[in-house]
């Protein structure tokens, strides 16, 4: 019978080295001149000696509270060696790299020598950690190791890093996020651009981007909360893939919204502005609501028999691409046409606007309406109905 395996990884603690950050954008990245041995460091030195003692005992304490299951420190090695063999800690500058050859330092795996001298060390630690951890988890972890280290007062020196393949996993969370974040902010307001070109209103165009972040907040919702995924760089490029497909379906009903309208001849005065809303929205849905259906189905048809495939890749890309397709479908035929109904624009003169033109102090043409839209009814309200009483009323006056 196999007993389950405890995750495990490394933190490594380096003393001696410098390391080259800087990547290039187009070549390759050069490893043989990516590190070299620090020259502030010198081993042979007795408060260098110290302070790398002094880390592996801070080490030592903090096992429990670390979770460090198995731990390598040469140099609390080279101590109780010095003191088996009748030396003294920390050694002369003259006699350390002779007697670090005693004490095994050609054998260690945790040194790096040049000739007989050692030029670097490194502190390796076997934890009780994976990078499956939460991203809050794993910088709460992270934290502990940055105090521990802070808070010895012998060992302050600041050419000592860490690594671990856990430090690796944050920056690479944190990346996706911000990423993320950053590249559909940019999507974003490109389709806010593009849709101002198309129909000629900012206020269209910011209905198109709203309804577009609730069916991908819909989208994220649902597959953070509901159906528990982590955020990972799967789900970041799928998100800002989708946000295309999230902006389909408004857009083509937007679009209607804005072209010209067959109007009846006589256009009442009073509501006049609910009445275009109405038949704007009326035709955008009569367009374009069937052809979305129809879409919609094809998409969310195909991307359905990707839910059972083998590779889990194609499982969270074809959940998300059946998800997004519903919502975006849902969201450009009930809640955009509700608001196109109660606030949309109805001085679409083919230019853009950015102002009320409801507001007196307004300088905007509204006056500029397209060829298409009737003059409004020279007998005012004579095709509504007139409130009961009023022509006796103005008789007896």
């Known amino acids: 019978r196999r007993l389950a395996s405890t995750p495990r990884t490394l933190v490594v603690v380096v003393l001696g080295l410098k390391i080259n950050t800087a990547v290039p954008a187009l070549a390759a990245l050069d490893l043989e001149n990516a590190w070299a041995f620090d020259p502030d460091v010198d081993f042979a030195d007795p408060w260098t000696q110290r302070n790398a003692y002094s880390m592996c005992q801070a080490i030592i304490s903090n096992s429990n509270e670390l979770k460090i299951s198995d731990r390598t420190c040469w140099m609390n090695n080279f101590y109780y060696c010095q003191k088996q063999l009748g030396r003294r800690f920390p050694s002369s500058p003259e006699t350390f790299h002779s007697e670090a050859l005693d004490c095994g330092a050609a054998t ?227 809640p955009l046409p509700a608001a196109l109904l109660a606030f949309g624009p109805t001085n679409l003169t083919g230019k853009i606007t950015w102002c009320c033109c409801r507001r007196p102090t307004c300088r905007c043409s509204c006056k500029r309406r397209r060829k298409m839209d009737p003059p409004p009814d020279p007998n005012g309200d004579a095709d509504l109905p007139k409130p009961v009483g009023t022509e006796s009323s103005a008789q007896s006056l």
């Not at 690796?168 to 070109?197: N, R």
């Not at 989208?219 to 953070?224: D, I, Q, S, Y």
């Not at 067959?262 to 009442?268: K, L, R």
């Open 108 to 334: 260690s795996y945790t040194l790096w020598l040049s000739g007989d001298k050692v030029m670097a060390m490194a502190a390796v630690n076997v934890v009780a950690y994976s990078t499956s951890q939460s991203l809050e988890t794993l910088k709460s972890y992270r934290k502990k190791w940055e105090n521990m280290l802070d808070e010895e007062p012998s060992y302050q020196n600041p050419n000592s890093f860490m690594v671990s393949p856990l430090w690796v996993q944050i920056e690479k969370q944190e990346a996706i996020l911000v990423g993320t974040g950053l590249t559909m902010s940019i999507l974003l307001v490109v389709t806010l651009a593009i849709m101002m070109l198309f129909t000629k209103s900012w206020v269209l165009s910011l209905y198109v981007c709203l309804a577009t972040i609730i069916a991908l907040a819909y989208l994220l919702g649902f597959c953070v909360v509901i159906l528990g995924w982590e955020m990972g760089l799967i789900q970041a490029v799928a998100l800002i893939y989708f946000v295309g497909y999230g902006v389909t379906f408004p857009l083509h009903v937007a679009h209607l919204y804005a072209l010209p309208l067959n109007t009846p001849p006589v256009v009442p005065t009073r509501r006049r502005e609910a009445f275009f809303r109405l038949l704007r929205t009326q035709a955008s849905l009569e367009g374009i609501g069937g052809a979305s259906v129809g879409s919609a189905i094809t998409t969310a048809g195909a991307s359905f028999f990707l839910i059972f495939c083998s590779l889990t890749v194609f499982q969270d890309l074809g959940a998300m691409c059946l998800i997004v397709t519903v919502f975006s479908l849902f969201v450009a035929l009930v």
